[in-house]
């Protein structure tokens, strides 16, 4: 397999994997804490790190139907949330390139 290169966060709050504890996002690249995911509350966020990304998929979510592509960590391969690739919608539009990190998968330190 290969050396998994981890990029390490800096900043006092910081979201991690939980099943790993890699470093996903920064409390800064928040964007909403109101969103809906697969498993309960989800935050969108602006960037993610330490991740990788599944195939295109036309989901239809509450928001409408969207392409999204399911993200994964890159240490464990835990499913951390979604990123959108492209809503149908025109008011949706300002997902497109944004994260979903469900709650229920990744842990806060620095709270």
């Known amino acids: 397999m290969g050396l998994i290169f981890l990029e390490t966060l800096p900043g006092p709050k910081i979201f991690k994997c939980k099943c790993c504890n890699a470093h996903s996002a920064s409390g800064d690249a928040i964007l909403s804490k109101d969103f809906q995911g697969r498993f309960g509350k989800a935050y969108l966020f602006?960037?993610?790190?330490?991740?990788?990304l599944g195939p295109n998929e036309d989901r239809m979510l509450n928001s409408g139907l969207h392409t999204v592509n399911d993200i994964y960590c890159?240490?464990?391969?835990?499913?951390?949330?979604?990123?959108y690739e492209k809503a149908y919608e025109p008011s949706e539009k300002y997902k497109e390139g944004k994260y979903i990190l469900e709650k229920a998968r990744i842990l806060k330190e620095g709270w």
Not at 46 to 52: D, K, L, P, T
Not at 74 to 83: I, V
Request: aromatic letters at 6%; glycine letters at 6%; charged letters at 5%.
């Open 74 to 83: 890159s240490c464990c391969q835990q499913m951390l949330g979604w990123r």
């Open 46 to 52: 602006n960037s993610v790190v330490n991740i990788s």
